[in-house]
């Protein structure tokens, strides 16, 4: 009876990730949705005896702890890691959406403690680094969402490993992949793992190489790391940080004497970010830094120009100093 069962739920799981390996995204959605029901079954099947008692339906299927096991772990699990592992972006997109159904899974209290946490984690940072930059994108946020839900156990001791090794990632010598993949990673940490904190001052001593990429894509993502970190010690003691930060503002008033636009670029992030999110940090400077910022309203660069236009408006309302300076830069 068992095997008969299992049998006809292989079936099923055949044609769900069938659904997943399709090139119509509305496909892959209804697959994913269909896992999650599927697996939410199962799961049930894996609880403690007594606890099954109370949850059972007349939906479950008639399938012993063992088999519900077996069937999660070898056939579930190993299709999610093929997914996830395929050189075919639309296939490990489908296993980045069907581990994100199956996330809302592992947020219930009364299944079995988070049992596939740390391998869907694993499944996730696979595609950290990738050569397409929309997977990439949905894989970090994937892997904050697990780390969110995690809870205790992507603490301390899990950050001691995985924020040193992002932080590598970032090094200037790496590829382009791989250093965005550093600032995605870490970006994520920081906006969902409470035990992050810690960690912060290992980042900003890393920060200023990325920011000053010749990626911009590495540029921003490095500026929005540096955003969340921001937004994080400003709600704590934001005076054991003003070294760190009086570092990092030195670093983007040197990068505006330098030639490189990608250099002036990252120093406009980090005053955008610094005005935006370090609260009253910026206050003793808001006028000088109005004065430095508005010099390169007319730089040769596209890029340079626009985000100067970003920050204007910041420097406007910063403290009551409007933004009277218009010289040049070329």
């Known amino acids: 009876m068992a095997s008969a069962a299992q049998s006809t739920e292989t079936e099923r799981l055949n044609e769900i990730f069938n ?27 894996l609880l403690p005896q007594f606890m099954i008692c109370m949850q059972v339906s007349e939906s479950m299927p008639e399938m012993s702890y063992d088999t519900a096991s077996k069937l999660w772990d070898d056939n579930i699990n190993r299709r999610l890691f093929e997914l996830t592992h395929s050189q075919n972006v639309v296939e490990a997109f489908g296993g980045l959406l069907a581990i994100e159904k199956l996330i809302d899974i592992e947020r219930e209290e009364n299944l079995e403690p988070k049992r596939n946490l740390f391998r869907f984690y694993n499944y996730a940072k696979h595609l950290l680094p990738n050569p397409d930059i929309d997977l990439m994108l949905a894989a970090s946020t994937t892997l904050g969402q697990i780390t969110k839900i995690g809870g205790p156990a992507f603490g301390e001791r899990f950050l001691d490993f995985e924020v040193p090794a992002a932080v590598d990632l970032m090094q200037p010598e790496k590829p382009d992949s791989p250093r965005y993949a550093g600032t995605l990673i870490l ?74 636009p990608e250099v002036v670029h990252g120093s406009l992030l980090i005053y955008r970010e610094l005005l935006l999110h370090a609260g009253t940090f910026m206050k003793e400077n808001s006028v000088d830094t109005a004065d430095q910022i508005l010099r390169f309203k007319t730089h040769a660069d596209p890029l340079v120009r626009e985000t100067v236009e970003t920050i204007i408006p910041s420097l406007a309302g910063y403290d009551g100093h409007p933004p009277l300076a218009n010289s040049s830069a070329a």
């Open 19 to 45: 659904g997943l390996k399709n090139s119509n995204a509305d496909i892959r959605l209804r697959s994913a949705e269909d896992l999650q029901r599927f697996a939410s079954t199962i799961a049930i099947l």
């Open 187 to 260: 970006k994520e940490f920081a906006r969902n793992n409470p035990y992050f904190y810690s960690h912060i001052g290992m980042v900003f001593d890393n920060i200023l190489a990325p920011l000053s990429d010749q990626s911009v894509l590495v540029r921003e993502g490095a500026a929005e790391l540096l955003a969340a970190c921001l937004e994080i010690v400003t709600q704590r003691e934001r005076q054991a940080w003003t070294l760190y930060l009086s570092k990092i503002l030195q670093g983007a008033q040197n990068g505006l004497k330098q030639a490189q």
